[in-house]
């Protein structure tokens, strides 16, 4: 009874379904043959829309990645932090990004280029090559007529301007200001912004006021002079260094007119700046605020602010506090911030771990490249990678990375072109032909943009 009650199940569910499910003997095959019947899937890329990096390196899909265009739905910040080693390509990888944004006519990148070679930011090249005037700022050339940038310019709201001069003076000392310092400096720098209506109020007249105060300012709480003196001479002391000290030039009279903020590339040239002195993380302060209020304009255009050795930034409480607001208020006018750190563990375990934190949290794209094991493990603690990635970061060729945008992870081998690569070189034991090279294609570039 079981084969005919089985025939009429059968014949009842083909007259329901059309057909019934068949049982398929096993097949034996190979792996090379297999392969081919069942193909392996790779995960889902970025989309195609903006500027091709390389080749995902498992599935060997091209990759393609714009802050831009990912912006909303699959970004919900267009903030960059690129992570690693030297020598293993976070340099070739910023400047071939920088130089095919550059192909798309509504964008616009500012870089603080903080590393030198031959006596010149290692950007010098591109900019040279793209018929632009790197921006060099050098104590020495200031003297002489050189590039200044004034913290007290008129383009720079008031509230900005004692924003940046609380955090010029807190770098320098390494604190922050007590109540007593704070009001007198504002209240010095409310007198100059009163008096100093024929020209542009500079640094020196802060420090004037401060040693000879004005009462205007302090009547109403009934203090007297000699307080204010007292208490406002720590800070004439740290703004006299920048007028008459080691760091005299760039800061103290008029910001210089020359400078096209309309250009599509500027180069600030920072490397005549000591690194591992406080004037660095100064001049980062001075040229994030002043850029915050001449350069980035509700008009449209994608802007790209790229600052190398970004520890500065994000390793001080006082300028990090700066880059936050750059940042919040960037992302609604169509700013991307790129910041380029050697090691995490140089920010995250410092004085400004709060501020770090905060700023690591609106980067929503992270590009790792190789880091020894026990920094790797620290990295992907702190940005929370998946334990695959954190395992092959050790072993990563210089030129290919990890990247995390917004939790898509994926490992990029990064691709550049033959005209790009001359462009790109920054190894100072350059060969003969390979400055020949250089040359030639830095002509070529200046003479055919397109190419």
């Given at each position: 009874?079981?084969?005919?009650?089985?025939?009429?199940?059968?014949?009842?569910?083909?007259?329901?379904?059309?057909?019934?499910?068949?049982?398929?003997?096993?097949?034996?095959?190979?792996?090379?043959?297999?392969?081919?019947?069942?193909?392996?899937?790779?995960?889902?890329?970025?989309?195609?829309?903006?500027?091709?990096?390389?080749?995902?390196?498992?599935?060997?899909?091209?990759?393609?990645?714009?802050?831009?265009?990912?912006?909303?739905?699959q970004l919900p910040a267009p903030h960059w932090l690129v992570l690693g080693e030297s020598g293993n390509g976070k340099s070739a990888l910023e400047k071939t990004y920088v130089l095919r944004q550059l192909r798309f006519r509504d964008r616009q990148v500012v870089v603080l280029d903080a590393q030198g070679e031959d006596g010149?930011?290692?950007?010098?090249?591109?900019?040279?090559?793209?018929?632009?005037?790197?921006?060099?700022?050098?104590?020495?050339?200031?003297?002489?007529?050189?590039?200044?940038?004034?913290?007290?310019?008129?383009?720079?709201?008031?509230?900005?301007?004692?924003?940046?001069?609380?955090?010029?003076?807190?770098?320098?000392?390494?604190?922050?200001?007590?109540?007593?310092?704070?009001?007198?400096?504002?209240?010095?720098?409310?007198?100059?912004?009163?008096?100093?209506?024929?020209?542009?109020?500079?640094?020196?007249?802060?420090?004037?006021?401060?040693?000879?105060?004005?009462?205007?300012?302090?009547?109403?709480?009934?203090?007297?002079?000699?307080?204010?003196?007292?208490?406002?001479?720590?800070?004439?002391l740290v703004l006299d260094r920048l007028v008459d000290g080691d760091l005299r030039g760039m800061f103290d009279g008029p910001t210089t007119t020359d400078i096209d903020l309309d250009a599509p590339l500027i180069v600030?040239?920072?490397?005549?700046?000591?690194?591992?002195?406080?004037?660095?993380?100064?001049?980062?302060?001075?040229?994030?605020?002043?850029?915050?209020?001449?350069?980035?304009?509700?008009?449209?255009?994608?802007?790209?602010?790229?600052?190398?050795?970004?520890?500065?930034?994000?390793?001080?409480?006082?300028?990090?506090?700066?880059?936050?607001?750059?940042?919040?208020?960037?992302?609604?006018?169509?700013?991307?911030?790129?910041?380029?750190?050697?090691?995490?563990?140089?920010?995250?375990?410092?004085?400004?771990?709060?501020?770090?934190?905060?700023?690591?949290?609106?980067?929503?794209?992270?590009?790792?490249?190789?880091?020894?094991?026990?920094?790797?493990?620290?990295?992907?603690?702190?940005?929370?990678?998946?334990?695959?990635?954190?395992?092959?970061?050790?072993?990563?060729?210089?030129?290919?990375?990890?990247?995390?945008?917004?939790?898509?992870?994926?490992?990029?081998?990064?691709?550049?072109?033959?005209?790009?690569?001359?462009?790109?070189?920054?190894?100072?034991?350059?060969?003969?032909?390979?400055?020949?090279?250089?040359?030639?294609?830095?002509?070529?570039?200046?003479?055919?943009?397109?190419?």
């Amino acid at each position: 009874m079981a084969a005919p009650v089985g025939g009429l199940s059968d014949a009842f569910t083909s007259f329901l379904f059309g057909k019934t499910e068949t049982t398929r003997l096993p097949v034996r095959t190979s792996t090379g043959q297999a392969q081919a019947v069942y193909l392996p899937t790779a995960a889902p890329g970025l989309g195609d829309s903006g500027v091709i990096i390389g080749r995902e390196v498992y599935s060997g899909k091209g990759y393609v990645y714009d802050p831009f265009q990912l912006y909303g739905q699959q970004l919900p910040a267009p903030h960059w932090l690129v992570l690693g080693e030297s020598g293993n390509g976070k340099s070739a990888l910023e400047k071939t990004y920088v130089l095919r944004q550059l192909r798309f006519r509504d964008r616009q990148v500012v870089v603080l280029d903080a590393q030198g070679e031959d006596g010149v930011g290692e950007w010098n090249l591109i900019a040279r090559a793209l018929g632009i005037t790197p921006v060099r700022l050098d104590p020495q050339a200031a003297l002489n007529g050189g590039v200044k940038l004034n913290p007290l310019d008129p383009a720079i709201t008031t509230t900005g301007q004692l924003a940046l001069l609380r955090t010029i003076i807190e770098v320098a000392m390494g604190r922050g200001l007590d109540e007593r310092a704070g009001f007198a400096l504002k209240a010095a720098h409310a007198h100059v912004i009163a008096k100093r209506t024929e020209r542009q109020p500079v640094l020196a007249d802060i420090i004037d006021t401060l040693r000879s105060p004005n009462t205007d300012s302090i009547d109403p709480l009934g203090v007297s002079l000699t307080d204010i003196q007292t208490w406002g001479l720590d800070v004439a002391l740290v703004l006299d260094r920048l007028v008459d000290g080691d760091l005299r030039g760039m800061f103290d009279g008029p910001t210089t007119t020359d400078i096209d903020l309309d250009a599509p590339l500027i180069v600030f040239d920072l490397s005549h700046i000591d690194r591992n002195s406080i004037a660095m993380p100064i001049l980062m302060a001075i040229v994030g605020v002043w850029l915050e209020h001449t350069w980035i304009r509700p008009d449209r255009k994608k802007r790209i602010f790229l600052v190398e050795e970004a520890w500065h930034i994000i390793n001080s409480p006082f300028v990090a506090q700066l880059f936050q607001r750059l940042l919040k208020f960037g992302r609604r006018l169509g700013l991307s911030f790129i910041a380029v750190v050697h090691h995490l563990s140089d920010v995250v375990d410092g004085a400004a771990a709060r501020e770090a934190s905060a700023i690591l949290k609106m980067a929503s794209t992270r590009t790792i490249y190789m880091q020894k094991a026990d920094e790797a493990r620290a990295t992907g603690r702190v940005l929370g990678l998946p334990r695959w990635a954190v395992e092959i970061i050790p072993t990563l060729s210089p030129g290919i990375a990890v990247w995390d945008v917004n939790g898509n992870v994926q490992v990029v081998k990064h691709l550049i072109t033959e005209h790009e690569r001359p462009l790109v070189y920054t190894d100072r034991a350059m060969t003969e032909d390979a400055i020949i090279e250089r040359t030639r294609a830095s002509k070529q570039l200046a003479d055919d943009p397109a190419a």
